[in-house]
């Protein structure tokens, strides 16, 4: 099968369109087709040229707009007739994104593709919040995890024994809904309660919100809070420098 057109597996970053890359915006100013996930802000969506087809595949927990073997797909059909095809995905396309796997499928099936990576959530909400995920008087080492419920389903099961102990910051992706099996599992292999944690909902966005706790106390505040995902979660000391730090990011 012969395929006039090319795949750019571009990563849109966390949500500010301020930290979209120049490479990315370029592609989305001249692509023929655009097909883009649910958490890409309306402001990047906004660059895509007015010659594009616009598909949307966005998948947020609990509705799937498309599954990704149909995702797959489109792409592989698009790349037929199109010379750019884009396909525009949340974060970094690398980072728990399954942009390994869709660029997996597309090289089978012959398609040229090229990755644009975008900052990732786990960097960037942080960084907006007040919170250096390294810091000489703190940590020198961090562990980027998923913490969604189902990904047993997609790789070995997330082995937080050794995440306790392996690095001096934890940072959690999609871990809000399962945060009391992390923190049981987190606590069962030796971590303090009383270890700082934070979450940051909405990273980057004019809509950004965090709280801060600890192990101990977290779970108890998402309910009284009604704190709910898209979030990022941040464990380890690094995290009381939000109280500091914080203040400059306002």
Do not use: C
């Not at 979209?20 to 649910?38: P, W």
């Not at 906004?46 to 995702?71: T, Y």
């Not at 399954?98 to 398609?111: F, H, K, P, S, Y």
């Not at 389903?153 to 690095?167: D, F, L, M, T």
């Amino acid at each position: 099968m012969h395929y006039s057109g090319k795949v750019y597996l571009v990563g849109a970053g966390p949500g500010d369109p301020g930290l979209f890359t120049l490479k990315g915006k370029s592609l989305l100013e001249h692509a023929d087709v655009v097909i883009y996930d649910a958490l890409v802000s309306p402001q990047i969506l906004a660059m895509i040229g007015s010659q594009a087809e616009r598909i949307d595949a966005g998948k947020r927990r609990g509705r799937h707009s498309m599954l990704q073997e149909d995702i797959t797909a489109l792409l592989i059909e698009k790349a037929k007739t199109h010379a750019i095809v884009v396909r525009l995905k949340g974060g970094d396309p690398f980072m728990f994104g399954r942009g390994g796997e869709e660029m997996e499928d597309l090289i089978n099936a012959g398609v040229s593709v090229e990755v644009v990576p975008g900052i990732t959530s786990g960097i960037a909400a942080p960084a907006y919040a007040g919170i250096p995920l390294t810091h000489r008087a703190y940590s020198s080492s961090v562990t980027f995890v998923t913490g969604h419920e189902s990904a047993g389903k997609y790789r070995p099961e997330v082995n937080w024994q050794a995440i306790a102990h392996g690095s001096e910051t934890i940072v959690i992706y999609m871990g809000v809904h399962n945060l009391p099996y992390i923190i049981e599992q987190l606590h069962t292999a030796g971590m303090s309660l009383e270890t700082p944690i934070a979450l940051v909902r909405w990273g980057t966005r004019p809509e950004q919100e965090e709280l801060v706790g600890t192990l101990a106390t977290i779970v108890q505040q998402i309910e009284e809070t009604g704190f709910a995902a898209p979030a990022i979660a941040v464990i380890g000391s690094v995290v009381n420098l939000h109280e500091v730090l914080g203040r400059g990011t306002e």
